[in-house]
C-alpha cells in the first residue's frame, strides 16, 4: 500500500486501489476527501483559506490552497480518472479554531461555510464531516475501499 502524502494547499487524486491519501495537523484549514465506488477513483483536498480572491497569484500558482479553487480542482481531476459526480462519496474535517483563542479572525469557520457554500450551490451533499470544534485532526483514505478515518488530537484513528 503506498501512502501519498497530501500537504498544506495540495491535493492528490488515484484510481490504483493500492493507495492511500493522508493529510496531517489539520487546524483551521479543510480536509476534503472523495470516492467514487464504481470507479474506484478518490481524492484528498487540503486547503487552507476560503476565497482565492484574496491572492490571485497564489491562487494561480497554487489553487489547492483555497476552497473556491482547489474543491472544483479535486472534482474535476477525479472525473478525468473516470469518477462521476452522482456517485461522489464526500467527507470533511477541519475547520478548527485553533490559534484563535477569542475567535476574532474565524479562518476555520470561514472555510467551513465556504465550503458548503460551494457544495450547495452545485448539488453535493456531504456524507460525513467533523469539522469545527478547537483540537487539530488527521484525515486517510483507502482507495480499495474508500474508507476515510480521522484521528483527533490525542485520539485514536477512527472511521468518519
Not at 6 to 14: Q, R, T
Not at 15 to 38: E, H, K, Q, R, W
Not at 88 to 97: D, I, Y
Request: net charge positive.
Amino acid at each position: 500500500m503506498a501512502d501519498l502524502v497530501v500537504g498544506i494547499s495540495d491535493l492528490k487524486v488515484s484510481n490504483n486501489p493500492a493507495d492511500s491519501m493522508i493529510t496531517y495537523a489539520l487546524g483551521s484549514c479543510i480536509a476534503v476527501a472523495v470516492y467514487d465506488p464504481v470507479a474506484k477513483v478518490g481524492g484528498l483536498l487540503h486547503y487552507m483559506l476560503p476565497d482565492s480572491t484574496l491572492d490571485a497569484g497564489k491562487a494561480k500558482d497554487a489553487p489547492a490552497m483555497f476552497a473556491d479553487t482547489g474543491i472544483p480542482l479535486l472534482f474535476k481531476s477525479c472525473y478525468k480518472l473516470g469518477a462521476d459526480k452522482k456517485r461522489m462519496v464526500v467527507k470533511v474535517a477541519g475547520g478548527a479554531s485553533i490559534l484563535d483563542e477569542s475567535n476574532f479572525f474565524r479562518i476555520g469557520q470561514k472555510n467551513i461555510m465556504a465550503m458548503r457554500k460551494l457544495f450547495w450551490n452545485n448539488n453535493v451533499l456531504i456524507d460525513a464531516e467533523d469539522t469545527g470544534k478547537n483540537f487539530n485532526r488527521t484525515v486517510r483514505i483507502e482507495l480499495g475501499t474508500g474508507k476515510v478515518s480521522i484521528k483527533r488530537a490525542g485520539g485514536q484513528m477512527e472511521e468518519l
